[in-house]
């Protein structure tokens, strides 16, 4: 009999052991710089990071607006570029208006920006005054290489001008087949553009929120980003970032 339970025992633990090794599996879908940021040391569900939501100013109706001011001052404590800020509190002020429910932070849809991109400046590209990087975003090739996943070809080349397989696309690297269903308008053109980073930030924005989701709440934010990518290091990552823009526009 005790050999009969030690033997179930090994079993679990090495199930146990699979599932959490495919779950903490980095599989790169585009053009991240998450090389670059340290991952901080905290269990998914565990925690959510400190509450952002509210901060990001209401538009006026006339004179200076508060949106950029918000964002021009943010910009120098967290060294987010201003446009790039003010399309993630725009992003928040859309979703806090059409589903107040989810409680989205601008902090979360930065640190994401951040770890994706670098806002919109991967590769040494600007973001202009249109909210477009000076270089298309262009992630590589999703061709099921080690370390990367494997996707065919769902756009034709739409977005990310390859017709054999998809490459994640723009400043919140989108899988052509997600912006698809997520296509957004957020800065009022009557396009839905993933290389502009308010229509960008925008469709992050509604697809973390999906489901009735609860950013708020620890389980809830981290169905969320592991929606966005099922990557424990990536959760990590994203945490930190999210945790310290959030502390930078409290102090």
Known sequence: MLLRLTLVLLVVLVAAAVVWVVRIADVSAGADTSSEVEPVAVDPDSAAPVEAVGAVPQGGQSGADP??????????GTEIPPRALM?????????RAATPRCGLSWATLAAIGR??????????????????????????????????????????????????VDRAVGPMQFIPSTWRK????????????PQQIDDAALAAARYLCA??????????WWQGVFAYNNSVSYGRQVFGLADRYARAAAS
């Open 182 to 193: 997520w296509t957004s308008d957020g800065n009022g053109d009557g396009v839905g553009d």
């Open 211 to 220: 489901d009735g989701r609860d950013m708020t709440s620890a389980k809830g």
């Open 87 to 95: 399309a993630y509190g725009n992003a928040e002020l859309a979703v």
């Open 67 to 76: 949106l950029r001011a918000w964002a021009e001052r943010l910009a120098r």
């Open 115 to 164: 770890v994706e991109s670098d806002h919109g400046r991967y590769g040494g590209a600007v973001l202009g005054d249109d909210g477009r990087p000076s270089t298309p975003i262009i992630g590589v090739p999703l061709d099921g290489t080690p370390g990367v996943r494997a996707i065919t070809d769902t756009d034709g080349g739409t977005y990310d001008g390859d017709a054999t």
